[in-house]
């Protein structure tokens, strides 16, 4: 009796992996994509609702139409000839730039200090600067004024910048991050002779780009997007940032929808700038941000 051949393991497998791919799969991809594409219009929408509304006359602007009916570029021409759209601008750039330098080196400091130094109450410390970001704004909102009032700071720079020069979030990014700084570089670095300053300007900062990179972006934004602080301390018009000069197109009878929709596009230029920039590190910012968390 002759016995029947055996057939070969790795040809079996063959015919498993070629077997075609579960449609459930190709089904889950498929929805994950359409979710992104509406997701994007959702989020291109005011965009482009925005682009749309500063291409229109008064007369056009309630017409939803994203496409003018007569196109003009006369609002746009009416906004940078006003001599206020520009001290608004210049002054949301000084703002929205000092508060980011200053986030970015003092942020870093105290969450270098707090992650690389062992002292007593560090960790309440830590805890009591995190706590602060429970607290709405709204509620320190007459604090700030009333210290502001007291120190002479109302109406000026200073004044709308110093709630914002340094932030517990920044504190808690950059803690987060100089966990993964080897505290090996640190103790050679200590060796060679650095001080501490200088360690944490060459060595541990270098190391945490993504970090600062994400900060940055998040702070600049978070200023130049401000608007109830510099409403309520600023008095004169030639301190107002770009979202409360913009509010002021407009009175209780008739509000020029046209001119804020193109004073806001005209806005956006810097904040895609800062984006462009430093875009490569925003994800890979939060996403190794939330692992270490």
Not at 52 to 70: A, M
Not at 218 to 238: C, H, Q, R
Request: glycine share 6%; hydrophobic share 55%.
């Amino acid at each position: 009796m002759v016995a029947a051949p055996d057939v070969p393991r790795a040809s079996s497998d063959a015919l498993l992996n070629a077997q075609p791919a579960p449609k459930s799969r190709n089904m889950g991809q498929i929805i994950r994509w359409l979710v992104l594409f509406f997701g994007g219009i959702l989020m291109v929408m005011p965009i482009a609702y925005m682009i749309s509304t500063s291409l229109k006359w008064p007369h056009e602007v309630y017409n939803v139409n994203l496409i003018p009916e007569e196109p003009t570029i006369e609002n746009y021409t009416f906004v940078l000839e006003d001599g206020r759209f520009y001290w608004w601008f210049v002054n949301s750039i000084i703002i929205a730039t000092i508060t980011t330098i200053s986030n970015l080196l003092f942020d870093s400091l105290v969450g270098y200090t707090l992650c690389k130094f062992r002292f007593p109450g560090r960790t309440i410390v830590f805890i009591a600067i995190l706590s602060t970001l429970m607290i709405p704004t709204e509620m320190l909102v007459i604090p700030w004024y009333l210290m502001s009032q007291s120190f002479g700071w109302l109406d000026s720079y200073w004044g709308i910048m110093f709630p914002g020069m340094m932030t517990a979030f920044g504190t808690f990014l950059m803690k987060q991050f100089f966990e993964s700084v080897p505290d090996d570089f640190i103790e050679a670095a200590r060796i060679d002779g650095l001080n501490e300053l200088q360690i944490w300007w060459t060595v541990a900062m270098p190391l945490v780009k993504p970090a600062l990179a994400a900060l940055a972006i998040f702070v600049f934004l978070g200023n130049w997007t401000a608007f109830l602080w510099p409403l309520i301390v600023t008095n004169s018009v030639d301190m107002y940032t770009i979202p409360v000069g913009l509010s002021g197109f407009g009175d209780e009878a008739d509000v020029a929808w046209e001119l804020i929709m193109t004073g806001a596009a005209i806005s956006t230029i810097p904040t895609l700038v800062v984006f462009l920039i430093f875009q490569r590190f925003i994800i890979r910012g939060v996403v190794m941000a939330g692992l270490k968390g």
